[in-house]
């Protein structure tokens, strides 16, 4: 079976082109789209994140702010910050970098900042409003893997999607948006029995477990299209997927690698949900 791999570096360009072009808009109507990173203590992993997001953020003219807080803060402090983020005008998004310390309520924070300002789409009324098909901020991870489909020219509706994961920021909205593009969406997770015998029905199949190459080409369907969300090390530490490429490229018609597969798209839906934030700002007064 011929293979194709998906470019998610070329389909982040793409996308961040688009981007470009609406920051370019938005200042020439004097508004300047600003993104602000909170990142509590310091995850060398989270640091790199962080910065990967500041470093986007100049390359597309935007305003950017990084916030970094120790490890020790209190949760009323981490909350102030974030309130005081709210009313800044010149941040049009926040994004709080996961994971918190043990100390901080993750679900306290997310829920503090603005829904207008959530551009990482967790906060409960987007989500909500996810669930039910209104507007609102897709979560960057599922958002980017729908344009990666959509860029790949992935039929959708009436396909089998198999999710493996149901994570909040992963694997459950993922589902969601595959469910309002009319697929029919089963989600696995590590309580389920008999994987095999739900990848082995997938058209799409959506890997995000957390488990080094744990999906080899034995789960796989002929000629299905496999999205590896994972981000892990391998034995070598080298940088690699839940999927274990080498076998399941042997039968996908279409596969993400790791790196160079969602891991962009979820950077460049972040910038597109900056983007429309402050675009909201015009619309909305
Ligand atoms: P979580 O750990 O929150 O969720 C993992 C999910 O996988 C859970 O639902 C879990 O099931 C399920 N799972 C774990 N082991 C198995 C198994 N053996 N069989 C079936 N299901 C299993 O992870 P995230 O959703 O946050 O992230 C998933 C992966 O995606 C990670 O590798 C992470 O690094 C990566 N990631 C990548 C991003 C990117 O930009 N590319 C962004 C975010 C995450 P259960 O619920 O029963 O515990």
Do not use: W
Request: hydrophobic content about 40%; aromatic content about 4%; some cysteine.
């Amino acid at each position: 079976m011929s293979t194709t791999k998906i470019d998610g570096k070329q389909i982040a360009g793409l996308v961040t082109e688009k981007v470009k072009e609406r920051v370019e808009n938005l200042k020439s109507k004097g508004v300047v789209p600003g993104l602000a990173v909170v990142l509590v203590g310091n995850n060398p992993a989270s640091q790199t994140y962080v910065n990967n997001k500041a470093k986007t953020c100049e390359r597309l003219g935007m305003y950017s702010v990084q916030i970094e807080l120790d490890e020790n803060i209190s949760e009323v402090e981490l909350l102030k910050q974030v309130e005081a983020l709210n009313v800044d005008d010149k941040i049009h998004g926040i994004l709080v970098q996961l994971p918190l310390p043990p100390q901080i309520n993750e679900d306290r924070v997310i829920a503090t900042i603005s829904p207008l300002k959530d551009v990482d789409g967790f906060h409960p009324e987007n989500v909500g409003k996810m669930m039910i098909g209104q507007q609102s901020f897709l979560p960057c991870t599922p958002f980017g893997v729908m344009k990666l489909l959509e860029y790949s020219d992935v039929e959708i509706a009436g396909k089998h999607a198999v999710i493996i994961g149901r994570s909040n920021i992963v694997g459950k909205p993922m589902g969601q948006l595959l469910l309002q593009k009319d697929a029919t969406v089963t989600y696995c997770h590590s309580r389920t029995k008999d994987l095999h015998s739900f990848t082995k029905q997938a058209d799409i199949l959506v890997v995000a477990t957390g488990r080094t190459k744990m999906i080899d080409a034995s789960y796989i369907k002929e000629g299905a299209v496999v999205i590896d969300v994972g981000i892990n090390r391998d034995e070598n530490n080298k940088l690699c997927g839940d999927v274990d490429f080498e076998s399941a490229q042997k039968v996908a018609s279409k596969i993400t690698p790791v790196p160079g597969g969602v891991g962009p798209m979820t950077i460049a839906m972040l910038m597109e949900n900056t983007c429309l934030a402050a675009e909201n700002t015009l619309t909305n007064k």
